[in-house]
């Protein structure tokens, strides 16, 4: 049954990876996918040997001896512990897009690209590339990329190279969120688990992330496509922001920053902060468009249009422009990979490697093996969701605090994710609002991560030996 189980997550996989030959959206696989996956979980869950208790990072002790009524029991809590923790995900990113639309409801990013004075592809790439790094740090890695990619498209008008400046979005974003505690939420696992510290993270961590977004940056800064300057639409470069465009910008990127301080304060989780966030948002935007609309406008068609805005409140207007889509694929390929983690297979997997590799945790080569285990890791964590990866790793090694394994967990689970489109949270977000084909980053993208993974990873070990 787990074979038939993984075989089911295989081909559905493929149907994502192949949407445009397929001719079939991506989010058709994904449910179906997810759908099936489960169905097969509660009908064979008898057969099962192992059972993954996702609340305790731990597997169910005697889970073969349960009775069938238990099983299920299991099956149902685990549903819902998943589900649960998959619409904070959901929640948290239809708050912040909710956010970011009403942001351009009042034509806030035209702001923005009043300051970004020049043409240049390539200088462009740089100033997104150092934002999404930064910003990534911040307000995590998923947030940034919705922001990011919403300023991009007011900016960049052709999507042929909107998606390339996307594909090196993600890149730094995945790098910026891997040295800070709140950035990645692989990182904010470990940070609660107790494995790392937030000083030590950024010690380890910050050099290797900077390499991992600098050298796939500075290679693609040569390439064709970053080469010339942006077209640019004479209209939009012609407009004015509007009366409360900057006000409204300033108060919803405040409003995203302010979720990771809530968090802080409150140990709420991100999406309860990022509501009321929303709120304060959505409150201001109400204020504010009673007055936007309030001067009469010309006569005709411009007159329709504003009586028409005056009645529409920017808030609905705001949530029907949300990727609905996206955020069902997010729900079906999230929940998909936790049936696959509730079968604890991962955790087999990482006894296997203890079992034949004894020298792991031994010097001189057991760092080395250990090493190689974390790489890998990373690459899995491109085709695997990388937080099933990293709670298997919380099971595999038993090392102390802050000890430089943690850290490097931590950086190769954030950062590998990259090497896919699919393979981080950033990744699948720029998917959904730019539809950048699987194959086209595999083609374009993948080796540029790759590059910048390999090099930071080169860079921490050399730090290891330093600090």
């Given amino acids: ?35 099936i996956c489960w169905a097969m979980v509660a009908v064979g869950v008898d057969g099962f040997s192992t059972w993954f208790d996702s609340s305790k990072h731990a597997l169910v002790d005697n889970f073969p001896g349960l009775l069938h009524e238990e099983k299920l029991h299991l099956v149902e ?67 940034a990329t919705i922001v990011l990619i919403s300023i991009l498209q007011k900016i960049v008008k052709r999507r042929e190279d909107r998606i390339w400046f996307a594909g ?90 302010f979720v990771p301080f809530f968090k802080t304060v409150t140990h709420l989780p991100p999406y309860v902060g990022m509501m009321l966030s929303l709120a304060v948002v959505a409150t201001f935007a109400e204020i504010y468009s009673r007055s936007k609309f309030s001067i009469s406008s010309a006569i005709g068609d ?50 296997m490697l203890k079992e034949s590799i004894p020298l792991m945790g031994t010097e001189p080569n057991g760092t080395l093996v250990s090493d190689l285990v974390v790489m890998l890791l990373g690459v899995g964590s491109a085709i695997i969701d990388n937080v099933p990866l990293v709670a298997a790793s919380l099971g595999m090694f038993s090392e102390t605090v802050d000890n430089p394994l943690w850290h490097f967990i931590a950086f190769s689970a954030g950062t590998g994710g990259s090497m896919l489109i699919i393979g981080s949270a950033a990744g699948v977000v720029a998917m959904g609002m730019e ?32 600090i």
């Fill in 302 to 351: 411009e007159a329709e249009e504003h009586e028409e805005h005056a009645h529409h409140s920017p808030v609905h207007s705001s949530l029907s422009k949300i990727e609905m889509p996206s955020i069902l694929f997010f729900l079906g390929i999230l929940m998909a990979v936790a049936a696959l983690e509730s079968l604890g297979i991962l955790f087999g997997f990482a006894e």
């Fill in 1 to 35: 049954m787990e074979s038939l189980i993984i075989l089911i997550f295989v081909v559905g996989y493929l149907a994502i990876t192949l949407e445009h030959n397929l001719k079939l959206d991506k989010l058709i696989p994904a449910l179906a996918m997810m759908a």
């Fill in 168 to 257: 090196l979005i993600i890149i730094a974003a995945n790098a910026g969120g891997a040295w800070s505690p709140i950035g990645d939420v692989t990182t904010t696992m470990l940070w609660i688990g107790k494995k790392v510290s937030t000083p030590m993270l950024f010690i380890y961590l910050f050099l290797p992330s900077v390499l991992c977004m600098v050298v796939p940056t500075f290679i693609a800064s040569f390439l064709p496509a970053f080469k010339g300057e942006i077209e640019t639409d004479e209209k939009a470069e012609n407009s004015k922001p509007g009366k409360h465009s900057a006000t409204m910008l300033y108060l919803g990127l405040g409003a995203i920053v």
């Fill in 77 to 143: 809590e685990t549903l819902l512990h998943h589900l649960g923790k998959t619409a904070e995900i959901l929640v948290f990113l239809l708050g912040a897009m909710t956010i970011v639309e009403i942001i351009d409801y009042f034509d806030g990013f035209s702001t923005i690209k009043s300051y970004v004075k020049t043409k240049s592809k390539k200088k462009i790439l740089w100033l997104f590339g150092i934002l999404a790094f930064f910003l990534s740090a911040i307000i995590d890695n998923l947030t």
């Fill in 435 to 466: 539809k950048i084909d699987f194959f086209w980053y595999l083609k374009k993208i993948s080796w540029l991560a790759f590059i910048g993974f390999f090099v930071g990873c080169i860079t921490f070990m050399l730090m290891r030996s330093i």
